[in-house]
């Protein structure tokens, strides 16, 4: 069972009442039979898109970066900010740096792992406006391109960073950190005895353990990029 908590806000402009969009996220986690709701965050009637002026918004994500909760529900993408660049930012945070689930209601569960539903989910809100959705067909066959040639997309895992060629992952300087939590786990130590000895919190540990092909291929090869595990497979 997934701790769930959802957040939601009333823009100006908005026709869906914050009652509704409670009753909503409310059924959309009965639905889910993984998803147990057990916060909601209601920043209220008319709060604005700028972070600063939303403080259950600052809230939930220092309770996400605390791992406080697995799964983040809310209406829409837009929820996260009215600015692009800012809601990928917070998606980004929320999915990759501290391991939140991030669904939304129309549009179910959001895999930052598929172009597609980052950039359809994130810049959704911006197509109706003129000359963005353009920018959205743009963008989604740009990332679909680098997909297609094996290329990482995405934000850099814990203890790495994006190769000068920009198509790879490489070590980074807590890349140690990562190989010490991986090598730890091997001698059967538990997640609170490497909390311990490493200082990384228990989410953390989990996602560098649930991404340990990528650490390995780079320690063996030096960096990594999607397909070059299955590959090495292949050639043995």
């Known amino acids: 069972m997934k701790r769930a908590r959802l957040y939601v806000r009333l823009s100006q402009t908005s026709e869906v009442s914050i009652q509704n969009q409670i009753e909503d996220g409310t059924e959309y986690c009965e639905q889910h039979d993984e998803l147990q709701l057990d916060h909601i965050y209601d920043e209220g009637q ?3 898109g700028w972070d600063a002026s939303r403080e259950k918004y600052q809230q939930m994500l220092t309770d996400a970066e605390a791992g406080e909760f697995d799964a983040l529900v809310v209406t829409h993408g837009s929820r996260l900010g009215r600015d692009k660049l800012e ?15 991030f669904h939304t209601i129309n549009r179910g569960y959001v895999d930052p792992n598929l172009p597609q539903d980052i950039l359809m989910e994130v810049f959704h809100s911006l197509s109706d406006d003129e000359g963005k959705g ?3 067909e ?18 850099p895992k814990f203890g790495t960073r994006y190769s000068e060629d920009k198509t790879s992952l490489v070590a980074d300087d807590e890349f140690t950190v990562a190989t010490d939590v991986l090598d730890l786990r091997t001698h059967e130590e538990t ?3 490497i909390a311990a000895e490493t200082g990384c919190d228990l989410a953390l540990i989990k996602r560098i353990l649930d991404n340990e092909d990528v650490y390995r291929t780079i320690g063996a090869e030096g960096r990594w990029m999607p397909g070059m595990v299955e590959k090495s497979i292949e050639e043995e």
């Open 138 to 155: 743009r963008l989604t066959k740009a990332i679909e391109k680098k997909v297609e040639k094996g290329h990482y997309h995405g934000a």
């Open 191 to 193: 997640y609170r005895e």
């Open 46 to 48: 008319k709060a604005n």
């Open 87 to 101: 809601r990928l930012d917070k998606f980004t945070d929320l999915t990759n740096k501290w391991g939140i689930e």
């Open 134 to 136: 353009a920018e959205v």
